[in-house]
C-alpha cells in the first residue's frame, strides 16, 4: 500500500497519541526508517509496556492459543505474552507479511480486542507495521477485512527530527555531523538487488561500529573505515562519507569556502574530498535558494554571488564536478533563474542536464 500523504516521526506521534487508545493503528513505511522505534517511544511517553510480535515468525497457535479440555467442554488458552491484566501496548510488527491464516487469528485480536474468552485489559493499545510492496521485503496481500480494520499512515523520514534523537542517544558525532550536512543521504530507497542501503536504522549500525572500533579516539585505519561504511549504507553514500572523514581536519571546511577563508580542494590527492564538499555545497543551494527569485533576502543574494563565482573557480579545477553541482541527475533541482544566470557566466557548463 502507497498512500498519497506522509508524516515524519514527530507527527506520527501525534497521531499516535491520539488515535491508538481507541482504533488500531496500522504503519506503513520502508525497512529501517524507524517504526519500531516510534511505537516504543509511544509506549514509553504513555507508560505502557510494548509487547512485540513478529508476524512473519508466527503461527495461528501463537496468536489463538491451544485448546484446554476443561470438563465436557475445551477452551482455548492464549499465549502468556498476550494474556496480560495490566494494559499494555501490543506491537504486531511486520503483520502484512504473515500468512492468510495467521492474519485471520488477528482478526478478532485488532476489532474486538480479544483473543477467544480473553479480553485485553481496559486502556491497551493495538498497532500494527509493515513494509510496502515495492520494498523488496516479505509482504504479502493483506485481506481487505483486515485492511478495513484499522487507520493507516505512512511514516517518511525527516532529517531534522531524525537528528534530534541521534543527539538524544548520543550516537556517533561523525555520523550526526555528516547528516547535518547531507541530510538527504539519511535514506535511499531500497535497491532491486542484495546490498546495503541508507536508512535511519543502518546509519545507526554505522555509528555503533564506530563508537566500538573507537574511531575519533583512535586513528581507524582507511581500509577498515572503508569495510564499515560500506558493510552498512549505500555505496554511493559510503564513498561519500569516506571522502567526509578524510577533511575531519577542516570540519567546517565548506563554510570557510563559502566565507572566502578557504578555497576548493584543488590537489589530485584531495579529489574525493573536493567531491564531497561539492556535493555538500549543491545540497546547500537546493535548500536555501527559493524557486522564485524575487523573494530571496539579503543573506540569499549575497550566497548566490559567491556560488556563481565559486562555480567558476571549480570548473576551472575540474569542470566535470562543477557539472555534477548543477546536474539534475538525482531527481533535485536548481532553480530555473539560477540555472540561467550560470549557463550565462559559464557557458562550458551548458550542456549539463537540467530537468527542462
Same mark, same amino acid.
Not at 474468552?117 to 491497551?124: A, D, Q, T
Given at each position: 500500500?502507497?498512500?498519497?500523504?506522509?508524516?515524519?516521526?514527530?507527527?506520527?506521534?501525534?497521531?499516535?497519541?491520539? /488515535? #491508538?487508545?481507541?482504533? &488500531?493503528?496500522?504503519?506503513?513505511?520502508?525497512?529501517?526508517?524507524?517504526? $519500531?522505534?516510534? +511505537?516504543? @517511544?509511544?509506549?514509553?511517553?504513555?507508560?505502557?509496556?510494548?509487547?512485540?510480535?513478529?508476524?512473519?515468525?508466527?503461527?495461528?497457535?501463537?496468536?489463538?492459543?491451544?485448546?484446554?479440555?476443561?470438563?465436557?467442554?475445551?477452551?482455548?488458552?492464549?499465549?502468556?505474552? /498476550? #494474556?496480560?491484566?495490566? &494494559?499494555?501496548?501490543?506491537?504486531?510488527?511486520?503483520?502484512?507479511?504473515? $500468512?492468510?491464516? +495467521?492474519? @485471520?487469528?488477528?482478526?478478532?485480536?485488532?476489532?474486538?480486542?480479544?483473543?477467544?474468552?480473553?479480553?485485553?485489559?481496559?486502556?491497551?493499545?493495538?498497532?500494527?507495521?509493515?513494509?510496502?510492496?515495492?520494498?523488496?521485503?516479505?509482504?504479502?496481500?493483506?485481506?481487505?477485512?483486515?485492511?478495513?480494520?484499522?487507520?493507516?499512515?505512512?511514516?517518511?523520514?525527516?532529517?531534522?527530527?531524525?537528528?534530534?534523537?541521534?543527539?538524544?542517544?548520543?550516537?556517533?558525532?561523525?555520523?550526526?555531523?555528516?547528516?547535518?550536512?547531507?541530510?538527504?543521504?539519511?535514506?535511499?530507497?531500497?535497491?532491486?538487488?542484495?546490498?546495503?542501503?541508507?536508512?535511519?536504522?543502518?546509519?545507526?549500525?554505522?555509528?555503533?561500529?564506530?563508537?566500538?572500533?573507537?574511531?575519533?579516539?583512535?586513528?581507524?585505519?582507511?581500509?577498515?573505515?572503508?569495510?564499515?561504511?560500506?558493510?552498512?549504507?549505500?555505496?554511493?553514500?559510503?564513498?561519500?562519507?569516506?571522502?567526509?572523514?578524510?577533511?575531519?581536519?577542516?570540519?567546517?571546511?565548506?563554510?570557510?569556502?563559502?566565507?572566502?577563508?578557504?578555497?576548493?580542494?584543488?590537489?589530485?590527492?584531495?579529489?574525493?574530498?573536493?567531491?564531497?564538499?561539492?556535493?555538500?555545497?549543491?545540497?546547500?543551494?537546493?535548500?536555501?535558494?527559493?524557486?522564485?527569485?524575487?523573494?530571496?533576502?539579503?543573506?540569499?543574494?549575497?550566497?548566490?554571488?559567491?556560488?556563481?563565482?565559486?562555480?567558476?573557480?571549480?570548473?576551472?579545477?575540474?569542470?566535470?564536478?562543477?557539472?555534477?553541482?548543477?546536474?539534475?541527475?538525482?531527481?533535485?533541482?536548481?532553480?530555473?533563474?539560477?540555472?540561467?544566470?550560470?549557463?550565462?557566466?559559464?557557458?562550458?557548463?551548458?550542456?549539463?542536464?537540467?530537468?527542462?
Amino acid at each position: 500500500m502507497n498512500l498519497s500523504f506522509s508524516v515524519t516521526q514527530n507527527e506520527l506521534l501525534e497521531i499516535l497519541l491520539n /488515535i #491508538a487508545p481507541i482504533r &488500531p493503528v496500522f504503519i506503513w513505511g520502508a525497512p529501517g526508517i524507524g517504526k $519500531s522505534a516510534l +511505537v516504543e @517511544k509511544f509506549a514509553g511517553q504513555v507508560g505502557l509496556p510494548c509487547v512485540s510480535l513478529l508476524g512473519s515468525q508466527l503461527a495461528p497457535e501463537d496468536i489463538i492459543g491451544i485448546p484446554q479440555i476443561k470438563g465436557e467442554t475445551s477452551e482455548f488458552l492464549p499465549p502468556k505474552m /498476550i #494474556a496480560r491484566k495490566e &494494559p499494555y501496548v501490543l506491537f504486531l510488527d511486520e503483520l502484512n507479511a504473515c $500468512s492468510q491464516e +495467521v492474519q @485471520k487469528a488477528f482478526y478478532s485480536l485488532i476489532h474486538e480486542r480479544r483473543i477467544g474468552e480473553y479480553h485485553l485489559p481496559r486502556g491497551s493499545v493495538v498497532i500494527g507495521a509493515g513494509n510496502r510492496s515495492n520494498d523488496g521485503a516479505i509482504v504479502k496481500t493483506m485481506s481487505s477485512a483486515l485492511v478495513n480494520r484499522m487507520f493507516h499512515v505512512q511514516l517518511t523520514a525527516n532529517p531534522e527530527q531524525w537528528l534530534q534523537w541521534a543527539y538524544e542517544n548520543h550516537l556517533h558525532p561523525w555520523v550526526t555531523d555528516y547528516i547535518g550536512q547531507r541530510p538527504d543521504h539519511l535514506f535511499s530507497e531500497p535497491p532491486k538487488t542484495e546490498e546495503p542501503y541508507s536508512t535511519p536504522r543502518s546509519w545507526h549500525l554505522l555509528s555503533d561500529a564506530l563508537k566500538e572500533y573507537g574511531a575519533g579516539e583512535v586513528k581507524l585505519s582507511e581500509n577498515l573505515l572503508r569495510v564499515l561504511a560500506y558493510g552498512c549504507i549505500s555505496a554511493n553514500h559510503a564513498g561519500m562519507f569516506l571522502a567526509y572523514t578524510k577533511q575531519l581536519g577542516n570540519t567546517h571546511l565548506l563554510a570557510d569556502i563559502l566565507a572566502g577563508r578557504a578555497k576548493w580542494p584543488s590537489k589530485p590527492e584531495e579529489r574525493d574530498v573536493l567531491y564531497f564538499v561539492a556535493q555538500s555545497f549543491r545540497a546547500r543551494l537546493i535548500h536555501d535558494l527559493p524557486q522564485n527569485k524575487q523573494k530571496m533576502s539579503k543573506e540569499v543574494q549575497n550566497l548566490t554571488h559567491r556560488a556563481k563565482a565559486l562555480m567558476k573557480d571549480l570548473s576551472l579545477i575540474n569542470n566535470e564536478i562543477a557539472q555534477m553541482v548543477v546536474s539534475a541527475d538525482d531527481g533535485d533541482i536548481l532553480p530555473e533563474w539560477f540555472m540561467v544566470e550560470i549557463v550565462r557566466d559559464l557557458p562550458r557548463l551548458a550542456t549539463v542536464q537540467t530537468g527542462h
